[in-house]
C-alpha cells in the first residue's frame, strides 16, 4: 500500500494515478486517512458484484448515472435495482411531489383524449 498526502496529490495527482497501479493509496489529510483509491482497472475487483452494486448505488446517489445506466452497472434488472435503492432510502424518482402529481394529470389527459 502506498501513501500520499493531500498537498501530493494536489501538486501531482499523475503521481499517485501511477502508484494505485501498483497498489491501494491510502490519502493522508495531516496524519489521518481521508480517502483510499482503488484501480479500477484491476477486473477482479469490478467483477465482484458487491463492489459494482455499492459504485452504481453511490453514482445514482449523487446524480451521475441514470436509474437505467446504473441498473446495468450492477447487472440488475431495473426493478431489482429500484428495490434496493429504496431498501436502502435513496429516492428512485427526482423531482418535487408537484412534478410528479403535474406528470400524473398530464398523462390522465393523455389517457383520456386517446
Not at 27 to 46: F, I
Not at 80 to 102: C, N, T, W, Y
Request: hydrophobic share 45%.
Amino acid at each position: 500500500m502506498h501513501a500520499v498526502n493531500v498537498h501530493q496529490l494536489k501538486n501531482n495527482p499523475s503521481e499517485a494515478l501511477r502508484k494505485v497501479k501498483e497498489a491501494p493509496v491510502i490519502v493522508l489529510k495531516g496524519d489521518r486517512p481521508a480517502a483510499l483509491m482503488l484501480n479500477l482497472d484491476d477486473e477482479s475487483l469490478l467483477n465482484q458484484p458487491d463492489v459494482k452494486l455499492a459504485l452504481a448505488t453511490e453514482l445514482f446517489r449523487c446524480g451521475h448515472l441514470s436509474l437505467g445506466r446504473a441498473a446495468r452497472l450492477a447487472n440488475m434488472p431495473i426493478v431489482d435495482f429500484m428495490r434496493h435503492l429504496s431498501g436502502r432510502g435513496i429516492p428512485v424518482i427526482q423531482g418535487s411531489a408537484e412534478d410528479a402529481k403535474a406528470d400524473l394529470q398530464a398523462l390522465n389527459k393523455w389517457a383520456a383524449s386517446s
